[in-house]
């Protein structure tokens, strides 16, 4: 079983590892509890993803207790950025593997598995190591396990009170048998190690796939960890990147879903240009694929030549994750990002020229330290002048080891959550009032499933609810819409549905037909 946590960037990473697993015969359950190994592709954003992870481990490993888990391996930027705490305050946990060495996954499960062959039941305790250790020249973060989650009120970590490897004899499905003492099993690579490739197990319907275009991040903001976990900017392989866009279309994937730490540098490093427009040329040439939707696009790189191909490009849905953090100036020095706000007017402003129906998405920080009550305004004052169609407010986490951590004017937990409620309160109504005004509207939309609720009608024939999505809603963080319709689809299909009602953030619609 694998458990991915955090972004959609991890959610690729865990898909690869789940392709080399599969070549090498491994099965699958979602069932937790029959699951023999257990990985874990962690998080480390934020405060709340740290716990989410940690939290997850300790849960996790009470399986080696009370079901049939025998290894539990921690991935990802938790297991990269933590190596020393893990192996030091979680002793459930078998193995570490980074996040530049998932392809040696399969290698990770054979050292820990050896490790726990069964042996007579008079061996208990025995220091004998199983595999090799593979330990990376990177230098883990000092601390501990306590030192992982945000310094906030309710961030609590609960930890084992018994400290010592559990005994995998104490299931009674595995009676008379007992395990070796483990030796944590460390597999670090360079963050800045070439990219990999592997085939990979799409965990996302089948019918959507993110396609990741870059590893790594050369911005360091001030409040961000990710280029030390992850390594500076390097892009993928554009001949690579077609041809898994062109595996996955084959597959039955219609959306893709390009993602990165930021995408509107994609070819920079490689070919000494942004090159994400030549991207999405080749993209759209392959059979199958409808929509391309772009996410991560930092403001100050988008171009007149980006912003164009919204205009262009028809496979290129109207719809852009543009993440501006703040719109106060000062506030947006102290955090280590290249635009102000003149500048983020102007970049909106040259969207909307182009295409007037893009639906624009953001992120913004609150709470960061030394924002004041002015500069929430400033935000406020943004939002309400700009009328962003979707966005996210987070709280800011003070993260060890980033330069805003130390700055003056740290702000408390309960005063970031006011503010974080003032903004979400703002926005709120803001996308209430976008909802409704696509009531009386058609909108193309993908199906994504059916709801359970199919009843027959006087005249003998089958009433359906449909799940779906428009062009401005990405998977899991945007809305959704509702279709009533008379007719069969599938997951995957496209479908021109005609707004009859807004619902908070959600639209409800009938089917007017089913579109190629």
């Known amino acids: 079983?694998?458990?991915?946590l955090g972004c959609d960037k991890n959610l690729v990473d865990s898909e690869r590892m789940m392709g080399f697993l599969s070549d090498a015969g491994y099965l699958f359950t979602d069932d937790e509890n029959e699951a023999e190994v257990i990985i874990v592709n962690t998080c480390c954003f934020i405060g709340d993803a740290k716990e989410e992870s940690i939290d997850q481990l300790i849960r996790l490993g009470k399986l080696k207790e009370t079901g049939k888990l025998r290894v539990l391996i921690a991935s990802g930027c938790l297991a990269q950025r933590y190596q020393e705490e893990i192996g030091k305050?979680?002793?459930e946990v078998d193995a570490i593997v980074g996040t530049m060495a998932i392809d040696q996954i399969t290698e990770a499960i054979g050292a820990c598995l050896a490790q726990v062959t069964p042996e007579s039941t008079d061996a208990a305790g025995s220091d004998t190591a199983g595999a090799d250790e593979s330990i990376a020249a990177d230098e883990p973060v000092s601390g501990s396990v306590d030192a992982m989650v945000s310094e906030s009120a309710d961030a609590v970590v609960s930890k084992p009170e018994d400290a010592t490897v559990s005994k995998f004899n104490q299931n009674p499905d595995n009676a008379g048998i007992t395990v070796r003492r483990?030796?944590?099993?460390?597999y670090i690579e360079d963050i800045n190690r070439p990219v990999y490739e592997g085939r990979r197990v799409l965990s996302t319907g089948g019918h959507v796939a993110y396609l990741k275009i870059a590893e790594g991040c050369g911005k360091n903001c001030t409040y961000c960890i990710i280029p030390k976990v992850r390594g500076r900017y390097r892009s993928f392989p554009l001949e690579q990147l077609v041809s898994e866009a062109e595996t996955l279309a084959k597959s039955g994937v219609r959306e893709l879903?390009?993602?990165a730490q930021e995408t509107t540098l994609y070819g920079t490093d490689l070919y000494g240009k942004?090159?994400?427009p030549k991207l999405i040329d080749e993209l759209a040439k392959i059979p199958g694929i409808k929509w391309i939707r772009l996410m991560y696009c930092y403001p100050e790189e988008i171009t007149e030549e980006i912003a164009q191909m919204f205009a262009q490009q028809a496979k290129l849905v109207p719809y852009i994750d543009m993440p501006i953090q703040h719109a106060s100036d000062e506030i947006l020095r102290r955090m280590g990002r290249w635009t102000n706000r003149k500048q983020l007017s102007e970049k909106i402003a040259l969207l909307r020229s182009v295409r007037p129906d893009i639906c624009i998405r953001t992120t913004l920080i609150t709470g960061f330290p030394g924002e004041t009550e002015d500069d929430v305004n400033i935000l406020a004052d943004f939002m309400e002048e700009q009328r962003f169609d979707r966005l996210g407010v987070f709280t800011y986490s003070a993260e060890e080891d980033t330069a805003a951590a130390e700055f003056e004017g740290q702000i408390e937990e309960e005063e970031k959550q006011n503010r974080l409620s003032y903004l979400m309160e703002l926005q709120q109504q803001i996308a209430f009032e976008k909802a409704q005004s696509q009531v009386g509207k058609d909108l193309i939309?993908?199906?994504?499933?059916?709801?359970?609720?199919?009843?027959?009608t006087a005249d003998h024939t089958w009433h359906y609810t449909y799940v779906a999505r428009s062009y401005m809603d990405a998977p899991d963080?945007?809305?959704?819409v509702f279709v009533e319709a008379d007719a069969e689809l599938m997951s995957g299909d496209f479908a021109r549905v005609r707004i009859?009602?807004?619902r908070d953030y959600d639209l409800v619609g009938v089917l007017a037909d089913v579109v190629d």
């Open 1 to 4: 079983m694998l458990m991915s």
């Open 500 to 502: 009859t009602e807004a």
């Open 89 to 91: 305050d979680l002793p």
């Open 182 to 186: 483990r030796e944590l099993q460390k």
């Open 274 to 276: 942004k090159s994400l």
């Open 445 to 456: 939309v993908m199906i994504e499933g059916r709801l359970m609720d199919e009843t027959e």
């Open 477 to 480: 963080i945007d809305g959704l």
């Open 257 to 259: 879903i390009l993602v």
